[in-house]
């Protein structure tokens, strides 16, 4: 079992940049494909972007892509997204998930842990 908290969430302005980190603790981290996810509210929880376990592949949400990378530490057990010219729309919680397999999915249900989350706000 793996278990994961994000950190770095807050509230900033339309075009600002935040990086949100995941720590994981537990078994080996890079044990795990990783996703990060993200849930506005009255709405499902929706794919932002995952990476492969040995960091050899990402993939990324159409409404994200050039604007978020993902990236992870294995050595440091932590994964991050860097979040730049950020829009009032990506407001939301943002959620990573653990996925026993080398390679990432994007069906939240093919995750198999999950942190608590951390929010995001961005203001126009």
């Known amino acids: 079992q793996v278990q994961l908290v994000e950190s770095g969430g807050g509230l900033v302005q339309a075009g600002d940049s935040l990086r949100i980190s995941c720590a994981a603790s537990?078994?080996?981290?890079?044990?795990?494909?990783m996703g990060w996810f993200l849930q506005a509210p009255g709405r499902e929880r929706e794919f932002v972007a995952a990476?492969?376990?040995?960091?050899?592949?990402?993939c990324y949400a159409d409404s994200v892509k050039g604007r978020f990378t993902i990236s992870r530490d294995n050595p440091r057990n932590t994964l991050y997204l860097q979040m730049n010219s950020l829009k009032p729309e990506d407001t939301a919680v943002y959620y990573c998930?653990?996925?026993?397999?080398?390679?990432?999915?994007?069906?939240?249900?093919?995750?198999?842990?999950w942190g608590v989350g951390t929010q995001v706000t961005v203001s126009s």
């Open positions: 998930a653990a996925r026993g397999d080398s390679y990432f999915a994007v069906p939240d249900s093919q995750y198999d842990y």
């Open positions: 537990g078994r080996p981290f890079s044990n795990y494909a």
């Open positions: 990476i492969s376990r040995s960091s050899g592949n990402t």
